[in-house]
């Protein structure tokens, strides 16, 4: 069986970022342009993977961290492609075949890249190549006019004007035979016009070693594009989201505009999910079926089972919720939640690190945090938990069917004992007894001859 190695160019400064962030860790539906590529090279079960690293090295390190089979090779000077995968030679082994990829093109499909290892041979150069209308910038691919074979490629600023108007350009992707690469780069030289070492002149010294050279394209043209700038990043942003929105509509998810979405991760839907627009998906997202999420939402790690309702403007946080929940509108719920079935969350409400047992309500401007919340609970509205005296948090116990009044205020650690009543307005500092209403308010008084201050009409 054919061996793979892959090197990813990755060395690049990518001065038309016009930032001092490097280029390849730019985010792209939330995670780095680099980690797409090293996750498409993952899909193929490379023997190992060669990521060539120059300009702000240690951070692209640090940022994508260490993998097994993963070999960092710095390319201290930026001297050309040809350049740079000279420097993964050490670790390439002769019998094994190369992919070469590029950093910075982030979208190229592993159902491309099988198609073009399928076609690829210990003896033999393989190139995905793309026709395009504009291709301005890019390698031609120069072909025999009468076998139709490849040639050669010839980079754009050295192109006569005849080769220029050769549509078929290098995409950059391709298999090398290793066995073949140290004759080749020993070979190679710069004197051309951008004084660099070429890749793409291997194709030519290739052909005089009577090597054949194969040609395989991409599904799609946008795979083979790549960031240069954030109007190309901006771009290829929308054209990822547009092939999740797709997949997701073929699922039979209701998009209210698929071009109003956007996917920072995973988001897996059950059957009759309906999405608004401007909702974010970040991380793993886990929607039920007959799950509604209206415009304008923000769910990070979430999990929501059957029949939820997700009103605008909430932002939800690792969070686990129950069936035929009912949150927001701008509800927020913080990391480390568990709301089980028929809870209701309202407007202006925050809950943070808490369970909410079943059929309980919390539904306006209230702080609910490291609580323990029983069934049927009805909290009323600006109930606030004081969970942090300046230096710990500490929890609060509201047991089944409590209901707590408005405007109180629940100082933790405190346990509210089941079928409590607490009055409006108190502040609870003592467990409170079962069944028991308890309130904390100075009694109300009326004061008979009392006269309103006014101002001398003189
Ligand atoms: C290259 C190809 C061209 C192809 C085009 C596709 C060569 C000589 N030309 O041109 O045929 O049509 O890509 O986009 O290969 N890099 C390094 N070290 C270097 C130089 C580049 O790691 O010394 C990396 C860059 O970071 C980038 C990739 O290699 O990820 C391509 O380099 P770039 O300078 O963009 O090549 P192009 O001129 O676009
Ligand atoms: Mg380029």
Redesign the pocket.
Known sequence: MLQIDIVI????M?KRMRSTFPKVLHPLAGKPILSHVLDTARALSPKKICV?Y?YGGELVRQAIGNNSNLVWVE?AQ???????VKQALPYLEESDVTLVL????PLVKSSTLTNLIDKASKDSLTLLTVELANPT???RIVRDPETNYVRA?V?EKDASPLQKTIRE????IMVLPNSYLKSWFDRLSNSNAQG?Y???DIIAMAVNDGISIETANPAFDWEVL?V?DKIQLAFLERTYQQSVAQKLMEQGVMLADPARLDIRGELICGDNVEIDVNCVFEGNVRLGNSVKVSANCVLRNVVVADGTKIDPFSMLEDTKIGENCRIGPYARVRPGTQLDDTVHIGNFVEIKNSHIASGSKVNHLSYIGDTEMGKQVNIGAGTITCNYDGAFKHRTIIEDNVFIGSDSQLIAPVTVTKGSTIGAGSTITRDTPEGQLTLSRTKQVSIANWKRPEKNKN
């Open positions: 160019l990755a060395a690049g990518g060539i120059g390319q930026q001297l050309g492609t040809g350049h740079a590029f950093g910075d093109v910038g890019y390698g490629i980079e350009v290098n995409t950059g660099e070429y890749l793409t790549g240069n």
